[in-house]
């Protein structure tokens, strides 16, 4: 057994992980697929219903420094917010009893970000302190990096991160933030653009709480050639949600002849399938001009038009800017008389190391009535059928 974990150990070091954020070919994957008229056996009224919705949340840049050795926290994490034209900072604590204490100095910036926060996170407290002192900054040499506070119980929680990686590349990638999240409200897109391991080689990093070191975690393999410590950040994450639970009516939406509209401040893309109005793509911008779009092919069918005792299938592919195939998957449409399921079943996207991803357990049912034409009512929610702690993530990811 130690031979064997000798040799594990060995490859594990001379491995090399490479970033990436797309995981399949975009247009490749999707085809060029098209539905039959066939599915249909109602009159179109240049009308359709779309049970989707996508909302963003705003970070201008944050870190995670994970560590070892502390009885109580292994992580910790700053985000830096604007509100107006002023950055705010966020501290959140990871604990070992898989909660998190979260830390802010201004009401008023936080407002809005907390019930956000609360979706991101399993088991947050919430707690406002006078002062967070902190630097964030990339320059030539890389990563200059530090945080000092008081928490509730008096303690001092204290980093510093200083790079010494002068051209510093920096790569994107799907963050798995939603594998240890039980009943998802949504699925999560969280794209960390601008985004770095800290490299180990010739950086001065310590992390203390109440004054005693505590070992920075490493990254088990080379990230980009490079041996680096488990402290991920980001210049430019884009925090997304896709079809957050819904349990409403769905309101018909006109088209006017027009192809690309918009309704609740989402964006369809249609196409004519004969007379019929069809969802090719949907998209939303965010407040910083980043877009998050899903494609779907064939395209979703005009749902109020389906005829009794029908099913389908297809695909879809999504991204963020110009970066295409960062989560891919499947749909499902079943119409039994007057109840129409649709299923949406993520497939892809990258991770650290193989093995089924994550993406993989979670799947999206929508249940919606067409009993009333006027008043079609929907019910969606996502489900993850395989909830890990963020311990077992860890463990999944680096066999």
């Known amino acids: 057994m130690a031979v064997l974990s000798k040799i594990k150990n060995f490859f594990m070091k001379i491995y090399n992980l490479k970033i990436k954020a797309s995981i399949v070919e975009h247009d490749k994957f999707l085809g060029n697929r098209h539905n039959s008229t066939e599915i249909y056996d109602r009159k179109n009224k240049n009308i359709f219903f779309s049970p989707f919705n996508i909302s963003f949340i705003h970070i201008n840049r944050l870190i995670l420094v994970n560590f ?3 009885p109580n926290i292994n992580g910790i994490e700053l985000q830096i917010l604007k509100h107006g034209n002023q950055d705010y900072p966020i501290v959140i604590l990871f604990k070992k009893d898989e909660s998190q204490d979260v830390y802010y100095t201004n009401k008023e910036a936080m407002k809005f970000h907390e019930e956000a926060t609360k979706k991101l996170l399993s088991n947050p407290s919430f707690y406002i302190i006078e002062k967070i002192n902190y630097l ?3 320059d030539d040499n890389g990563l ?3 945080l000092s506070m008081i928490e509730k119980d008096q303690n001092t929680i204290e980093f510093k991160i200083r790079e010494n990686v002068p051209k510093r590349n920096l790569s994107a990638m799907l963050a798995p ?9 949504y699925f999560p897109y969280i794209y960390l653009d601008e985004f770095g391991l800290v490299v180990k080689k010739k950086t001065e990093i310590n992390v203390k709480i109440n004054d005693i070191q505590r070992k920075v975690s490493e990254f088990p393999v080379r ?4 041996q680096a410590y488990m402290v991920r950040f980001s210049f430019k994450p884009i925090l997304a949600y896709w079809n957050n639970s ?5 309101h018909p939406i006109e088209t006017n002849d027009n192809l690309l509209v918009s309704f609740n401040d989402l964006n369809h893309e249609l196409v004519k399938n004969g007379q019929y109005l069809e969802i090719k ?3 939303k911008n965010d407040k910083m001009g980043n877009e998050l779009f899903i494609d779907f092919s064939p395209p979703i069918p005009q749902l109020s038009a389906i005829k009794e005792n029908f099913q389908c299938q297809g695909k879809f592919s ?3 800017g110009k970066t295409m195939g960062i989560v891919i998957g499947n749909y499902e449409i079943e119409r039994i008389k007057n109840i129409l399921k649709l299923v949406i079943k993520p497939s892809k996207a990258w991770q650290p190391f193989p093995g089924k991803s994550w993406v993989s357990y979670y799947e999206w049912t929508a249940i919606i009535d067409l009993d009333v034409e006027d008043e079609i009512r929907v019910e969606s929610q996502w489900q993850n059928n395989k909830i890990m702690t963020s311990k077992e993530f860890a463990e999944k990811t680096s066999k």
């Open 136 to 138: 964030f900054d990339i």
């Open 223 to 226: 990230v980009n050639g490079k």
């Open 68 to 70: 070892e050795e502390d």
């Open 177 to 185: 933030v939603g594998a240890s999240t039980p009943n998802p409200k």
């Open 281 to 283: 793509k949907i998209s």
């Open 318 to 320: 999504s991204g963020i």
């Open 246 to 250: 819904v349990k409403d009516f769905l």
């Open 144 to 146: 200059n990096v530090s």
